[in-house]
T-cell receptor
Framework: QQPVQSPQAVILREGEDAVINCSSS?????VHWYRQKHGEAPVFLMI?????EQKGHDKISASFNEKKQQSSLYLTASQLSYSGTYFC??????????????FGKGTHLIIQP | DAGVIQSPRHEVTEMGQEVTLRCKPI?????LFWYRQTMMRGLELLIY????????DSGMPEDRFSAKMPNASFSTLKIQPSEPRDSAVYFC????????????FGQGTRLTVV
């Protein structure tokens, strides 16, 4: 079952912040975040493993609340290069099924100058 | 390494024809995933393999779809017969684990069925 992402789309001015949320109905082992530019393949941003950690990557960071089965991606001081579609991917806990890396429908992020 | 290699990059075929998409994973990666991307459904997991064995094919939409991995360096996704609603971008990805590590995506195959 696909994780649910929100919002579906965001339009920002350069320099503004954004939060993209991802939730699952199943117990999660890991959450992956990818960004895809139009006509290209998805590109890896980060993985968060079970344990409720938070990770950062330049001005992009993410958190993972395993109890709530939710993850959020934070983009601060957005740049034009951040435009694209962001996907969260989830993997269920071992023993909870053989689910492979399953992605949500994506969040379209548009950064305007 | 050249990354995950998919072929062809573009495929246009007529309804009813057989279509075969190909994927070469990164050497040493034990997991291979096939995805279909459409505007409506996003990135859908169709099937994945571990050590050449199909583990979960619950995402395969119909019996018209089949996938094989005869060895560690090659996989195919076949659609027979193809239908216009199969038009999409198909991605192959490989990884060293089911969920601990990054999945590397190929450039995708854009399939158009007319």
């Amino acid at each position: 079952q696909q994780p649910v992402q929100s919002p579906q789309a965001v339009i920002l001015r350069e320099g503004e912040d954004a939060v993209i949320n991802c939730s699952s109905s199943k117990a999660l082992y890991s959450v992956h975040w990818y960004r895809q530019k139009h006509g290209e393949a998805p590109v890896f941003l980060m993985i968060l493993l079970k344990g409720g950690e938070q990770k950062g990557h330049d001005k992009i960071s993410a958190s993972f609340n395993e109890k709530k089965q939710q993850s959020s991606l934070y983009l601060t001081a957005s740049q034009l290069s951040y435009s694209g579609t962001y996907f969260c991917g989830t993997v269920t806990v071992p023993g909870g099924g053989a689910d492979g890396l399953t992605f949500g429908k994506g969040t379209h992020l548009i950064i305007q100058p | 390494d050249a990354g995950v290699i998919q072929s062809p990059r573009h495929e246009v075929t007529e309804m009813g024809q057989e279509v075969t998409l190909r994927c070469k994973p990164i050497s040493g990666h034990d997991y291979l995933f096939w995805y279909r991307q459409t505007m409506m459904r996003g990135l859908e997991l169709l099937i994945y393999f571990n050590n050449n064995v199909p583990i979960d094919d619950s995402g395969m939409p119909e019996d018209r779809f089949s996938a094989k991995m005869p060895n560690a360096s090659f996989s195919t996704l076949k659609i027979q017969p193809s239908e216009p609603r199969d038009s999409a971008v198909y991605f192959c990805a490989s990884s060293t684990s089911r969920g601990d590590t990054e999945a590397f995506f190929g450039q995708g195959t854009r399939l158009t069925v007319v």
